[in-house]
T-cell receptor
């Protein structure tokens, strides 16, 4: 299995631009989580989906952030417009629909907003 | 609510030293407990887990025992190597209904010097 796939691995953009991060979950995994990691705030959950349905988006910082999961094989996290404080590493993680099962993390997307 | 507290880092050890990273948790039910490791520039990887009281998780020489009476899941290794240098995260998963996000500790950075 290829594991969780994220793209791009690195993104450098200018303030005000739209940024789209992509995630392909492990086949058969029903839950998908978006996290953000910074030195100051550590690892934060942004939003998660069960069976393609958003369950909790209370971690999304503000309306500039949005996430979709149109099907079981794909999810996007979009920031529009981006700001320098959005610079972070964004991780996608997926899990089978089984209580207490392991979450598998992707390699992350390192976003730098200038 | 659920929470995880792990010892502050950074921790610096000499090669072959004994490692303990403390982790305690607060949970309303009977969570599963995890240790994840993050090597520089990579995503989080599962190191070990335990799903019920008195279970011992082990992997790559690391061990942790689920202690319900002390609500702890301390990570230990008898002899660390330089290659163990990484950030270690303790986490819990509520075994309530459906898949729920992991609750992470803030992470402990370990540096092992030769």
């Amino acid at each position: 299995d290829a594991g969780v796939i994220q793209s791009p691995r690195h993104e450098v953009t200018e303030m005000g631009q739209e940024v789209t991060l992509r995630c392909k979950p492990i086949s058969g995994h029903n839950s998908l989580f978006w996290y953000r990691q910074t030195m100051m705030r550590g690892l934060e959950l942004l939003i998660y989906f069960n069976n393609n349905v958003p369950i909790d988006d209370s971690g999304m910082p503000e309306d500039r952030f949005s996430a979709k999961m149109p099907n079981a094989s794909f999810s996007t996290l979009k920031i529009q417009p981006s700001e320098p404080r959005d610079s972070a590493v964004y991780f996608c993680a997926t899990q089978r629909e089984a209580r207490g099962d392991t979450q598998y993390f992707g390699p992350g997307t390192r976003l730098t907003v200038l | 609510g659920n929470s995880v507290t792990q010892m502050e880092g950074p921790v610096t050890l000499s090669e072959e030293a004994f490692l303990t990273i403390n982790c305690t948790y607060t949970a309303t039910g009977y969570p599963s407990l995890f240790w994840y490791v993050q090597y520089p520039g990579e995503g989080l990887q599962l190191l070990l887990k335990a799903t019920k009281a008195d279970d011992k998780g082990s992997n790559k020489g690391f061990e942790a025992t689920y202690r319900k009476e002390t609500t702890s899941f301390h990570l230990e290794k008898g002899s660390v190597q330089v290659s163990d240098s990484a950030v270690y995260f303790c986490a819990l998963s509520d075994q309530g209904s459906g898949n729920t996000p992991l609750v992470f500790g803030k992470g402990t950075r370990l540096s092992v010097i030769a």
